[in-house]
């Protein structure tokens, strides 16, 4: 009996535990930035497909064992949470360009928190004109770091590199959740899944940036002794929960998805950072805007994303190469099939109209001079021109 449960254990002890991590393909709408092209149709096109993929793999992982353990041990839904909306971006914006940001990191890992205040970063160029925007007035001058620029290296203010400003994408407004209701799921903790803030801002208690462990404030990821510090103690500093989640979870292996190209790239240089080293991008179930990748059309530029990738060691497959290779491995034969959810091919939906015909009466023309004016309406589609005749 005892050598029965030490079996057991060891069994448990050498599961592969794994995350499926989704960046969210949301319904939220894309504005023109700098002159590009209107990202809205790009969207449709490039995000909502990855929703098939996405339920099909979570619906197939559910009950994976005869003991009905899923394939997934949990899931890590990402969320963009602001406060703001987008017409706080766009006024904040101006005429800027281009943006600069000075940190003070007091609040994170690297800096524990000391005044009670979180994170908090500044545009530096606002702060040396004396006329910072938005929520730069409440975070105090040069957000409380040190106005000499010789001590923006320190361990608690960085000085970020120079980019182009633009508003967020995916802005929560009016305090929704973010998440397409096309998704399956999340169900909650109890189900294994998780719902974890990437971006948010000083008044959802310190700002964080893009990192899917860290706030992307000027961490070192190539530094093993600072990200060593940071997750020091199972993570108990860390902003995002992502660190704990997967470690109370003991996963091994983490699985990408989803519409995000320099976040999930920049995820999984964390990831490795801080030890992860089987790591599977889900080519069918990912897209992104690519901004920055080399390649004249989309497709080359997701090729050239996913060459990279192979490069820095990450393991590249489509859903059902997971599934085939999966059931290999267990002698499952579990079902698998895509079906894409209802929000698939909108923009095609025959549209229903309605004709609405505003009476038009004679004392309410105030445009015409004389009282026996004949009124004439000429139908033009979808207007109705007025024309006043003598």
């Not at 914006?93 to 609040?107: A, D, F």
């Not at 704990?244 to 920049?266: M, Q």
């Not at 060459?307 to 059931?327: C, F, G, P, Y």
């Not at 445009?367 to 005749?389: A, W, Y």
Request: with cysteine; proline share 4%.
């Amino acid at each position: 009996m005892i050598f029965s449960n030490i079996f057991l254990y060891l069994i448990h002890a050498n599961k592969q535990r794994r995350a499926l991590i989704i960046y969210n393909p949301t319904d939220s709408f894309f504005t023109e930035c700098f002159g590009e092209y209107n990202m809205k149709p790009i969207y449709e096109k490039s995000a909502d497909h990855l929703l098939g993929p996405i339920n099909a793999l979570r619906q197939w992982s559910r009950n994976f064992t005869k003991e009905g353990e899923s394939f997934f041990d949990i899931t890590i839904f990402t969320r963009i949470k602001y406060s703001a909306n987008r017409a706080g971006f766009i006024a904040h914006q101006r005429e800027k360009k281009q943006i600069r940001y000075l940190c003070n990191l007091e609040g994170t890992s690297l800096y524990p928190n000391i005044s009670g205040k979180g994170p908090r970063c500044c545009n530096v160029y606002d702060q040396d004109d004396k006329s910072p925007q938005g929520e730069d007035i409440f975070k105090g001058n040069f957000c409380g770091c040190p106005t000499h620029s010789i001590y923006w290296k320190s361990r608690q203010c960085r000085f970020l590199e120079e980019g182009l400003y633009w508003p967020y994408v995916s802005v929560v407004e009016h305090g929704g959740t973010n998440i397409t209701p096309y998704i399956d799921g999340p169900r909650g903790k109890q189900f294994g899944d998780h719902v974890v803030d990437i971006r948010f801002g000083y008044f959802e208690g310190g700002h964080a940036d893009g990192g899917l462990f860290f706030p992307h404030l000027g961490e070192d990821l190539d530094n093993p002794k600072e990200v060593e510090f940071m997750i020091r103690e199972d993570g108990k500093y860390l902003q995002k929960p992502t660190y704990k989640i997967l470690k109370e979870a003991n996963v091994t292996e983490l699985y990408f998805s989803g519409y995000s190209d320099w976040g999930i790239r920049h995820a999984i240089k964390e990831a490795q950072a801080v030890g992860y080293s089987n790591i599977t991008l889900i080519s069918d179930a990912f897209n992104g805007a690519m901004w920055d990748s080399v390649g004249i059309t989309h497709e080359e530029k997701i090729n050239y994303f996913l060459i990279t990738l192979q490069k820095h060691n990450v393991t590249v497959r489509t859903a059902k190469e997971i599934v085939e290779n999966a059931n290999l491995i267990t002698g499952q034969n579990k079902k698998f099939e895509i079906h894409q959810p209802p929000s698939i091919g909108r923009e095609n939906i025959e549209p229903k109209r309605a004709l609405i015909i505003l009476n038009v009466q004679d004392n309410l023309l105030s445009t015409c001079n004389n009282n026996k004016n004949i009124l004439k309406t000429l139908t033009d589609s979808h207007r109705i021109i007025i024309e006043c005749i003598s």
